[in-house]
């Protein structure tokens, strides 16, 4: 029996770590299975919803209510719920320390009394109270946190966010070193590697998060808009028995078959966005340009549901013109993936044109 693991980590060009199989690895096989590092609830603070009135547990995120055979039980300062006696023992070293009780109450009374503070905000307060307490807790999961990729290209509003969120979260007593410079830098942590946990979907068909966990190896895998592997989670025992039954574990599955020596790749979000879609998310919120093969075939497909093909080879003045097989648009090589309206029209009045004469008129008007 080949007892190699299934993946391990490397180097890629211009993409950083990555992960790759160390062996053929079959679809539906489960690469990993991993714990968080951190956790925390996204739940905004309502001044209507007291903190203490989730209806899962602080700590495993399971919902109570599901369960009404467990022994549930709340922390006597904040209210806060646990599903178990054991939930509210480990959570007292770990997931509700004093520190974070304190905070999020103080957070609760503060996010209440003002109200127009951007929702956005409340979560990153939730995690920075979390990253807070986990340096204090767990010193090496911080520094593996820290390891993470993120917060190297942060824009301006990420800096206004760190300096507010700096001022209202109390970080633990010592000289830990918190700092404007640190917080944004663990902002960019979480907005790089947080992966929902997610609510079943509601009677609309949508779904919100639950909770955000960073997972210290999951991180680790870089985006592919046509992955070969997934994540799934098993909040409240979903999945008939695949998870492990830890509530806040995730696993990652192959979609297909993969040679030794490949690159694991997952998608970042719902691989139905379309390509300009995909491209502006990876950019803003992942700061890299995907080159993945789909978004090469992809660049090449426009609005109007055509796809851009090279000229036949005889028009050797082209310069590498495309046409759009459906709305007869022409592009050179530096317009891919980016045509204005107004060359769309221009190209969409000229269309029928012979091709000589279109090309002559395109390259003297655009060259
Ligand atoms: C969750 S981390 C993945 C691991 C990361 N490569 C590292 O070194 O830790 C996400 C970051 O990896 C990089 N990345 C992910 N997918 C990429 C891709 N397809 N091309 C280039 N960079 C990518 C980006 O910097 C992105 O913000």
């Given at each position: 029996?080949?007892?190699?693991?299934?993946?391990?980590?490397?180097?890629?060009?211009?993409?950083?770590?990555?992960?790759?199989?160390?062996?053929?690895?079959?679809?539906?096989?489960?690469?990993?299975?991993?714990?968080?590092?951190?956790?925390?609830?996204?739940?905004?603070?309502?001044?209507?919803?007291?903190?203490?009135?989730?209806?899962?547990?602080?700590?495993?995120?399971?919902?109570?209510?599901?369960?009404?055979?467990?022994?549930?039980?709340?922390?006597?300062t904040c209210?806060?719920?646990?599903?178990?006696?054991?939930?509210?023992?480990?959570?007292?070293?770990?997931?509700?320390t004093p520190y974070i009780c304190q905070t999020l109450s103080h957070l609760?009374?503060?996010?209440?009394?003002?109200?127009?503070?951007?929702?956005?905000?409340?979560?990153?307060?939730?995690?920075?109270v979390?990253?807070?307490?986990?340096?204090?807790?767990?010193?090496?999961?911080?520094?593996?946190?820290?390891?993470?990729?993120?917060?190297?290209?942060?824009?301006?509003?990420?800096?206004?966010?760190?300096?507010?969120?700096?001022?209202?979260?109390r970080?633990p007593?010592?000289?830990?070193?918190?700092?404007?410079?640190?917080?944004?830098?663990?902002?960019?942590?979480?907005?790089?590697?947080?992966?929902?946990?997610?609510?079943?979907?509601?009677?609309?068909?949508?779904?919100?998060?639950?909770?955000?966990?960073?997972?210290?190896?999951?991180?680790?895998?870089?985006?592919?808009?046509?992955?070969?592997?997934?994540?799934?989670?098993?909040?409240?025992?979903?999945?008939?028995?695949?998870?492990?039954?830890?509530?806040?574990?995730?696993?990652?599955?192959?979609?297909?078959?993969?040679?030794?020596?490949?690159?694991?790749?997952?998608?970042?979000?719902?691989?139905?966005?379309?390509?300009?879609?995909?491209?502006?998310?990876?950019?803003?919120?992942?700061?890299?340009?995907?080159?993945?093969?789909?978004?090469?075939?992809?660049?090449?497909?426009?609005?109007?549901?055509?796809?851009?093909?090279?000229?036949?080879?005889?028009?050797?003045?082209?310069?590498?013109?495309?046409?759009?097989?459906?709305?007869?648009?022409?592009?050179?090589?530096?317009?891919?993936?980016?045509?204005?309206?107004?060359?769309?029209?221009?190209?969409?009045?000229?269309?029928?044109?012979?091709?000589?004469?279109?090309?002559?008129?395109?390259?003297?008007?655009?060259?």
């Amino acid at each position: 029996m080949d007892t190699t693991p299934p993946i391990g980590p490397t180097e890629l060009p211009g993409k950083g770590r990555a992960i790759i199989s160390l062996r053929p690895i079959k679809g539906g096989e489960i690469i990993l299975r991993d714990t968080p590092l951190i956790l925390y609830s996204a739940q905004p603070f309502n001044p209507n919803t007291p903190l203490n009135q989730n209806n899962y547990c602080s700590h495993c995120f399971k919902t109570i209510s599901k369960h009404p055979q467990q022994t549930q039980t709340s922390c006597s300062t904040c209210g806060s719920h646990f599903c178990s006696l054991n939930c509210q023992h480990i959570s007292s070293t770990s997931s509700h320390t004093p520190y974070i009780c304190q905070t999020l109450s103080h957070l609760q009374h503060y996010f209440s009394n003002n109200i127009n503070v951007p929702l956005e905000l409340h979560s990153q307060a939730r995690y920075l109270v979390s990253a807070y307490n986990l340096a204090v807790v767990s010193p090496e999961k911080f520094q593996k946190l820290l390891s993470l990729q993120g917060g190297e290209l942060g824009c301006e509003s990420d800096e206004e966010s760190a300096k507010f969120l700096f001022s209202i979260v109390r970080p633990p007593v010592g000289d830990l070193g918190f700092s404007v410079e640190l917080v944004r830098a663990l902002l960019g942590k979480d907005k790089v590697n947080a992966f929902g946990l997610m609510e079943p979907f509601n009677e609309s068909g949508e779904r919100s998060v639950r909770a955000y966990g960073i997972y210290g190896t999951a991180s680790l895998f870089n985006h592919d808009c046509l992955p070969n592997a997934c994540r799934f989670d098993y909040v409240d025992g979903g999945g008939g028995g695949l998870g492990s039954g830890d509530n806040t574990e995730i696993m990652i599955r192959m979609i297909h078959e993969v040679p030794q020596g490949m690159e694991i790749c997952l998608s970042y979000f719902p691989v139905n966005l379309r390509y300009s879609e995909r491209q502006k998310r990876l950019k803003d919120d992942y700061g890299f340009v995907c080159e993945c093969d789909r978004c090469k075939v992809e660049v090449n497909w426009e609005n109007c549901g055509g796809t851009l093909a090279p000229l036949p080879p005889s028009a050797a003045t082209s310069n590498g013109v495309m046409e759009c097989h459906v709305c007869g648009s022409f592009k050179k090589p530096d317009q891919m993936g980016n045509l204005s309206a107004t060359t769309l029209k221009f190209f969409g009045k000229i269309k029928g044109m012979l091709i000589s004469n279109l090309l002559t008129h395109y390259l003297a008007k655009y060259n």
